[in-house]
């Protein structure tokens, strides 16, 4: 039986510099109340900064001591990325934990990045992995620091498909499946390389279960769709407590990943109950298609090329 970790007691992250994107709500608001209220000095990385303002005076309400700033970050943009993360290299302080959270979930109608990737594709992976990218001078420069990438359920439902993806024959449901799978992989190569050529970097991948966000209705609803259905959907089967939870529980695999000691480089986290859909944090089951080395090598090399962003050699010097 897996182990499970009903609660998250989070240590002491004073003197500690943490990254989450999407911050200004749902989980990445969650993630970023507990790490404030734990010591940390967080940035909260997001599209719209009067939401993300407004987020920070929200957590110092709770924890008048919170350090955090806000930072325009679209993951929809590489150049946002690039001018985001060449910010906090001039800067030049060490990043302790970097959480990649933002996403886009099941668009109607297939929508593209400013890039021209499609949008749940480019903004889920693409986004994070140039953003990790960038940022590895500094998370080297903590010494040993963790990257935490959020996936999903519907990871166990995507396929790679190498000659399309950009989903140009378009699903909503296929887009975001890959999109997640995507990030499972980009998470568990990048602890492979970390380990290989001692970059000190530990990376972890999540998923929140059967959360209760506004990813539900946002992403459903972009482009001008009536957000009703989904709304009316979530309304009638919110109270059935083991298909859904909060959001202080969705954050606890993600939590979990990011804080405590033994959790495990390469690992998978997401909550214990049926389905994984809600409870503790316990280790997640890996879908088959997110265990290729071959596979995950091949999409590294393809998201390089559709970035223009590399990484250090994996090979130790």
Do not use: C
Not at 226 to 231: M, N, T, Y
Request: hydrophobic share 45%; aromatic share 6%; charged share 15%.
């Amino acid at each position: 039986m897996a182990h499970v970790e009903p609660t998250v007691t989070v240590p002491d992250l004073g003197g500690t510099l943490t990254v989450i994107t999407g911050a200004n709500s749902g989980l990445g608001f969650g993630l970023t109340s507990r790490f404030a209220a734990a010591g940390s000095e967080v940035i909260l990385a997001v599209r719209n900064l009067e939401k993300g303002d407004a987020a920070a005076a929200r957590i110092r309400a709770q924890t008048p001591t919170a350090a955090l700033s806000v930072r325009h970050l679209d993951l929809a943009s590489l150049s946002s990325v690039t001018d985001f993360s060449a910010r906090l290299n001039r800067e030049g302080r060490a990043v302790n934990v970097l959480i990649n959270n933002a996403g886009i979930m099941m668009t109607p109608k297939r929508d593209t990045t400013a890039d021209g990737f499609e949008l749940q594709f480019g903004t889920n992976h693409l986004g994070h992995f140039a953003l990790t990218a960038e940022l590895m001078p500094l998370l080297r420069a903590a010494g040993t620091s963790r990257v935490v990438s959020l996936s999903s359920l519907a990871a166990r439902a995507g396929r790679l498909n190498f000659d399309d993806l950009q989903g140009i024959k378009y699903s909503p449901t296929r887009a975001y499946g890959l999109s997640k799978l995507a990030t499972l992989m980009f998470a568990r190569e990048l602890n492979r390389r970390s380990v290989a050529a001692g970059w000190g970097i530990r990376s972890i991948a999540a998923h929140p279960g059967a959360t209760l966000t506004n990813l539900q209705v946002t992403g459903p609803t972009h482009g001008g769709q009536s957000a009703r259905v989904a709304q009316s959907l979530i309304k009638a089967t919110s109270g059935i407590s083991w298909l859904w939870q909060q959001i202080p529980e969705g954050i606890l695999p993600a939590l979990y990943a990011a804080t405590n000691a033994n959790a495990a480089g390469g690992g998978f986290y997401g909550p214990a109950g049926f389905g994984e859909l809600t409870g503790g944090s316990a280790p997640a089951r890996f879908p088959s298609r997110a265990l290729s080395d071959a596979d995950a090598e091949r999409l590294w090399r393809a998201s390089e090329h559709l970035t223009g962003v590399t990484f250090p050699s994996p090979v130790a010097a």
